[in-house]
């Protein structure tokens, strides 16, 4: 299924996790790898069941508690990698890697009331720096073309688009070298 | 209401053909089916012709099975809209691993041309 083009440069090294800041409200905003537990997925099953549906994308997060838990259920799966920004106990952000053959599929979401303060910026570039130490060579992922906000988002952080034939945009970063049996 | 079902071999497309047959057998809709070549699809056209006459033997519904060449997207809308239909029905799309909907180049196609009301099956 992948004739995606990835580009031969390798992108900025970015920090992995755990790393905290403060935003543009002056809060302070701990980016954290998810530790598996039950009560930081109930904190996301939280944070998506507030979610402002204007803000989904292509049909994510879904729109009933029970759809998000399955949803969830599916992208925290331990193969997975999964980032959470944290104000206090709240989130604040999430973004994610899916693995999809020899590269994985990203996805981020800022809650509304944590959008415009920085921390998007921050989350993926954490998300990216964990990615690059636990061995994730390519990632994809795909954006409304409306979406101007995000389509910046992931040029800034090193993203190039790599379809543009579609409804959605792709985009594509090499996190990596490509292994050297591959390099030919 | 004469309904015009267009399939190649996606998965999003079988999920179509079941739930297309299955209201047709409920609601008593007039049902054509239209295979075309979709070259994202896995399977051959003999499957899905295969497929297609189970399904509709096991629900008892009568509906012509047409091939169409060509172009799948505007030859799906050229017959919708020279044979009066009210209604092209198509797969709703694939999902990403991450779970995102990703609507399919014939499904696009139509939508953005046909005058005929779409409908796509989720």
């Given at each position: 299924m992948s004739n995606r083009t990835f580009s031969d440069a390798v992108a900025d090294p970015y920090d992995a996790p755990p790393l905290s800041f403060t935003d543009r409200e002056d809060r302070t905003i701990e980016v954290r790898a998810y530790d598996g537990s039950d009560e930081e997925m109930e904190a996301l099953v939280e944070m998506y069941d507030a979610?402002?549906?204007?803000?989904?994308?292509?049909?994510?997060?879904?729109?009933?508690e029970d759809r998000i838990r399955d949803w969830l259920e599916n992208i925290l799966d331990e193969d997975c990698l999964n980032v959470i920004a944290w104000d206090g106990d709240e989130v604040a952000g999430h973004a994610t890697l899916v693995p999809d053959g020899d590269a994985y599929e990203l996805a981020i979401f800022v809650h509304q009331t944590y959008q415009r303060a920085g921390i998007g910026t921050r989350l993926i570039k954490a998300l990216l720096g964990y990615g690059r130490v636990s061995g994730v060579e390519k990632v994809w992922l795909t954006v409304e073309r409306w979406n101007r906000a995000a389509v910046g988002l992931y040029q800034t952080v090193g993203f190039e688009t790599?379809?543009?034939?579609?409804?959605e945009l792709e985009m594509t970063i090499r996190l990596a070298e490509p292994p050297d049996e591959e390099g030919g | 209401m004469k309904v015009l079902l267009g399939i190649g071999g996606s998965d999003d497309s079988i999920r179509a053909l079941e739930k297309t047959v299955e209201r047709t057998a409920n609601v008593g809709d007039d049902l054509t089916v239209a295979i075309v070549d979709n070259?994202?699809?896995?399977?051959?056209r003999e499957d899905i012709e295969t497929r297609v006459t189970e399904l509709l033997d096991e629900r008892g519904v009568d509906a012509p099975v047409r091939l169409l060449d060509g172009d799948p997207g505007s030859s799906l809308v050229d017959l919708a809209e020279n044979e009066g239909f009210d209604q092209l029905v198509l797969g709703g799309g694939e999902t990403s691993p991450m779970g995102k909907i990703q609507i399919g180049n014939i499904a696009e196609f139509v939508l953005l041309n046909s005058h005929v009301t779409v409908t796509l099956v989720r």
């Open positions: 979610f402002d549906p204007s803000d989904r994308a292509q049909g994510i997060p879904p729109g009933r790599s379809d543009a034939e579609s409804f | 070259p994202a699809g896995e399977r051959s």
